[in-house]
């Protein structure tokens, strides 16, 4: 696997979390606590791998360039800012979220988790257009 790899690697990781989020919110709506636990592990575990494969990336080869003009552009730029600030407020809600569930402090896990799950689904969907926008539809040609 080669570093240019790794932005397709990534986006589908991400894509993985969101469906993994998406199937334990509907667990935990149902009542079902061990497959809202089983499926937040899988996200948990596929965005510890997006995480490695995210850091060793940037680390490699910096930030991607953005080829789009005209009113894409401001669009593109609104929806990056919003994703990494999003994903440095998750960096900090995910470990609190996922710790008041260990400690079995539910009542507290719930008060948190409604504003962690849909900030951490904006991060992994907007992650996905994120890149979409940049690798496939607008991608810098350097001209």
């Given at each position: 696997m080669e570093i240019s790899d790794f932005p397709h690697v990534i986006a589908?990781?991400?894509a993985l979390s969101v469906l993994f989020l998406m199937a334990a919110y509907l667990y935990i709506r149902s009542g079902n606590r061990d497959k809202h636990r089983m499926a937040m592990i899988c996200a948990l575990v596929v965005s510890g791998f997006f995480l490695i494969f995210y850091v060793i990336y940037k680390a490699n080869s910096g930030f991607a360039r953005f080829g789009g003009e005209g009113l894409v552009r401001p669009l593109y730029f609104t929806l990056l800012i919003t994703h990494v600030l999003g994903a440095i407020i998750i960096t900090v809600m995910v470990p609190i979220t996922v710790w008041r569930a260990f400690k079995g402090n539910f009542t507290h896990h719930r008060k948190i988790a409604r504003y962690t799950w849909p900030l951490w689904m904006w991060v992994g969907v907007s992650g996905v257009g994120v890149y979409v926008m940049t690798v496939?539809?607008?991608?810098?040609?350097g001209v």
């Open positions: 589908g990781l991400n496939h539809l607008f991608p810098y040609t």
